[in-house]
């Protein structure tokens, strides 16, 4: 056997908009005595997306494959066709061997429910049998770190603990082919890695692994190849660091400073769309998509809860030409925060200096009341940092040492 | 501790000896796979794109049947912990039904009760009606409510709304223990031919499920059928002999009461409890028109389960 997953001229078309206009019977009954010989087709004048288009891909046994693409590329469509969640409309895949998909941390997860019992009851659904439960149970609780909570409803569970206990129970998955999407955007640092190294030791004991990913640093060390996927095409193919310079070529697009938040596609799931604009000023209150290193510059968010009110705070967390969580501040953490209530406004926040080297940059915004967060927007501006000589020396830092730059004082002791 | 790229890096490959000794290197560099996984034979998936109309799998479902035990389970569980009177309300329920049914069909509007006290006789036409209402209702609701596991992961659709009726039996079961122990209160010795009360319950579910199971489907896609159903529910009790026996019908709309599937598993009941030969043609009857619904359920569920995850 040559290729454990085979894709042949995959597609997957969407009609816009079908998922917030329901349909209801009596339109469709209505509609089908009217024109009982257009009933089945689709309504006039449907406007479509595809998702995929003509895909071929082949996998071999073994392989661990990343897919990197912006939002809305359609990796996560890709990953959804091969493990059958939803269909392609033209096509054909062919998978040898059990199919995992991990699409979600603590999916099935009941929060009436124990830990224990969520244990079985997720296991059960990512596709695991009872006797295999069984067996790996003492080493999914040890992997969770959880054993004195085992007995607590989830819903007492921290975050955290809920984080953990839902990916040790997806780590023991022993399927043939494993896909994984971003399920490592949660978590903190600490066990995002534990999560990273489980995935590398499950890539490494022989599975097919096909691991979605913005944070390329996490691509470049699990994979050993890449594709790119963009408008539903796969338009590259080929080692990580190629495809993630590629990608990152193509992508270093910069947003001139300002940018409407409304319908904004890195919004997740479950945010209400409060926040409505963002937009970056230089050093001299200009609009600007790009900074010079070490420049000073402001990040102004504007909000509109409409009618009721709330006591604004704002996260704004920095991610690095890579993707990578690089630092996170926030309104309530400071000593001057501001707790007045207000329904409509800016918050406006400045950092001084950051000490970035070149590259393009994104931020994600997170609107809270103070308790939790509202609305969440991944990615929601993104702009350059232009080189400058910051040590007055005529040279630049090396940039492979990380994304920041620190002055630093050298002194030499001649000691001859 | 040089810079967080570089450290957490060195945290992951870990694993990966020290081969990029090199800072500048990418730690993907140097690193081969090449070591060869030679797979069994293993077994071949083929997902087809365009193709409209798929089979059952009963494979795949026979190879899912602890997941469909879990989610019964998990139904069954949530259930009885989250409502404060638990078991009690599963009791209650029928119970004060019966009692308001008797004091004002029995006593007031003195509807005949084909020889059986006529608490007795409505306690069974509700023994059925209930369940079958529970479960038609949880199982409609069944891919709605489990949104997010549709969206991501795959498992035989099917389970859903079938665990939600087997998790529905666990309230007949008790019902209908209540009925036994109702019994000898009203003066009716225990027979033998009560030990079908099983058999019937489970004819009762597969009615539950033959209905259910389309209306699952249909409820993803149509999302007016979810206002409907309660009402139609409603309609459908009052067409079914619950509180009146068949013999109220006039003899001529009698065979429009038969094409109801619950007539002859409420005719079957009550033929149990008060010793009567079964009422076989009836009950012949409900069997095929379950089988019927079955089969027109299950196409609309094959048909439409493709677009769930799209629609949901």
């Known amino acids: ?416 | 501790m040089l810079s967080p790229l570089v450290d957490h890096n060195s945290v992951l490959m870990n694993r990966l000896e020290a081969e990029d000794a090199d800072f500048g290197s990418s730690p993907a560099q140097g690193r081969s796979r090449s070591e060869t996984v030679t797979l069994p034979m293993l077994p071949l998936l083929v997902i087809d794109g365009g193709r409209a109309w798929a089979r059952i799998d009963w494979h795949d479902l026979w190879g899912h049947r602890d997941l469909f035990y879990f989610l019964a389970w998990r139904d069954v569980k949530v259930r009885y912990k989250q409502t404060v009177l638990g078991v009690l309300w599963v009791v209650l329920q029928p119970l004060l039904t019966m009692a308001v049914f008797t004091l004002l069909f029995g006593r007031l509007a003195h509807l005949p009760s084909d020889g059986l006290p006529y608490a007795i006789f409505s306690y069974c036409g509700l023994l059925a009606w209930n369940f079958f209402n529970a479960a038609v209702g949880t199982s409609s609701n069944s891919l709605l409510v489990s949104s997010n596991l549709l969206t991501k992961v795959y498992f035989p659709r099917l389970l859903l709304p079938a665990a939600s009726v087997a998790a529905t039996l666990v309230d007949f079961l008790i019902a209908a223990l209540l009925l036994l122990g109702l019994l000898p209160w009203y003066g009716i010795a225990l027979r033998p031919k009560m030990l079908l009360l099983p058999a019937l319950g489970l004819i009762d579910a597969l009615a539950a499920l033959s209905v259910g199971l389309g209306l699952s489907a249909l409820m993803v896609k149509y999302r007016d059928v979810r206002y409907a159903l309660p009402f139609a529910l409603q309609l459908w009790m009052f067409l079914t002999p619950v509180i009146y026996p068949t013999s109220f019908v006039p003899s001529r709309f009698r065979w429009l009461l038969l094409l109801n599937p619950l007539t002859g598993i409420i005719q079957a009941f009550r033929a149990a409890i008060a010793g009567r030969p079964l009422p076989w043609l009836p009950l012949a009857l409900t069997v095929s028109t379950i089988a019927a619904l079955l089969v027109a359920s299950a196409s609309i569920f094959q048909r439409m389960e493709r677009e769930f995850a799209d629609l949901i």
Request: charged share 20%; with cysteine; proline share 5%.
């Open chain 1, 1 to 416: 056997m040559k290729s454990i997953i085979r894709v042949e001229q995959l597609s997957k078309r969407y009609r816009l908009g079908q998922r917030d206009n329901y349909y209801t019977l009596r339109d469709t009954l209505t509609a089908a005595i009217r024109l009982p010989r257009r009933a089945s087709t689709p309504r006039h004048g449907a406007q479509y997306m595809w998702a995929l288009r003509d895909v071929n891909l082949e996998v071999a046994p073994g392989a661990v494959l990343g897919l990197v693409g912006r939002n809305g590329a359609g990796k996560s469509t890709l990953l959804k066709v091969l493990a059958r969640i939803t269909a392609p409309t033209s096509g054909r895949v062919e998978l040898y061997g059990r199919v995992a998909s991990l699409l979600e941390v603590g999916t099935g997860f009941h929060q009436e429910l124990s830990g224990r019992e969520n244990i079985f009851l997720s296991g059960a659904i990512l596709g695991m049998r009872h006797a295999e439960i069984v067996r790996q149970f003492d080493e999914i609780v040890a992997f969770a770190e959880l054993d004195r909570f085992l007995d607590t409803p989830v819903k007492r569970y921290s975050s955290g603990m809920y984080v953990r206990l839902a990916f040790s129970v997806a780590a023991h998955l022993q399927p043939e082919i494993l896909l994984v999407d971003e399920v490592l955007a949660v978590g903190d640092a600490a066990f995002q890695k534990k999560c990273l190294g489980k995935i590398n030791e499950v890539a490494r004991g022989g599975r097919t692994v096909l691991f979605v990913s913005h944070n390329m640093t996490a691509i470049q060390s699990l994979c050993d190849s890449c594709i790119l996927i963009e408008g539903g095409q796969l338009i590259a193919h080929g080692p990580p660091a190629q495809i993630i310079d590629h990608y990152l070529a193509r992508h270093s697009d910069r947003d001139a400073g300002q940018r409407s938040l409304r319908g904004h596609s890195g919004r997740t799931r479950n945010s209400q769309a409060v926040m409505t604009e963002v937009a970056l000023r230089n050093e001299r209150e200009m609009l600007s998509g790009g900074v010079a290193m070490g420049e000073s510059f402001s990040i102004a968010v504007s909000f509109d809860c409409g009618t009721t009110s709330l006591t604004p705070s704002l996260g704004i967390a920095l991610r690095s030409p890579h993707g990578d969580p690089l630092l996170g501040v926030n309104n309530k953490w400071m000593r001057d925060f501001d707790d007045s209530r207000c329904r409509q406004g800016t918050i406006i926040c400045r950092l001084e200096r950051p000490p970035l080297m070149p590259g393009s940059y994104s931020i994600d915004l997170y609107l809270g009341d103070g308790m939790v967060d509202i609305d969440i927007i991944e990615g929601a501006l993104t702009f350059e940092v232009q080189p400058r000589d910051v040590f007055g020396s005529g040279k630049l830092p090396a940039p492979e040492f990380g994304p920041i730059y620190w002055p630093a004082t050298f002194t030499l002791r001649d000691e001859s």
